[in-house]
């Protein structure tokens, strides 16, 4: 029978083993050294053994989707934050967490799809508005970026990037410039 309180013992063990080595709150980490892995693959262990105690729960998932890109195992990664994104669909974090490991796997289709299901919790959300605009200018649909980049500028006015990439969202749609192939190409533009 599941515990709470085995559930909390066993995931803030994971955790502490786990911190300054993995991405938390944007922070990049350092790279893990050897005995860093070592106590990396323990905090997998400890999560791994939290989750079953408390089954509704996303954020084990989602620390044994840290320590797994950590750890160099993207698809691994992926596979957590879908679990975790599966149990708790309208969590802002991990919509924006899910939508850009998608992302940076050039898997952009999938990360519209995470990303239009999160504007529906959270529709004035910039982050998922950017990340779903940038999302359909590298999947060429820039008829949707234009959409998603005027509510952007209309959600967040001062965000000055919101405006450049209306502009260049608007660019392409007129045929004035080509659809950017990666994120590269992107931040040349604007």
Known sequence: MPSEEKYMELFTKGCKLS?????????????????????????????????????????????????????????????????????????????????GAYGVLGKHKEAISVLEEGIKYHPNEPRILFNLGISYLLENVPNLAVKVFQEAVRVEPDFSQNHALLKYSQEILSGQKVAPRNQAEIAQNI
């Open 19 to 99: 911190e300054g080595l993995i991405q938390l709150d944007g922070q990049v980490p350092k790279k893990p050294g050897f005995f860093d892995k070592r106590k990396l693959r323990k905090a997998k262990s400890l999560l791994k053994l939290a989750a079953p105690e408390s089954p509704d729960n996303a954020a084990p998932y989602l620390m044994l989707a840290k320590v797994s890109h950590s750890l160099g195992e993207k698809d691994e990664s992926l596979n957590y934050l879908l679990r975790a994104w599966e149990l708790q669909p309208a969590n802002l974090i991990l919509v924006i967490e899910l939508s």
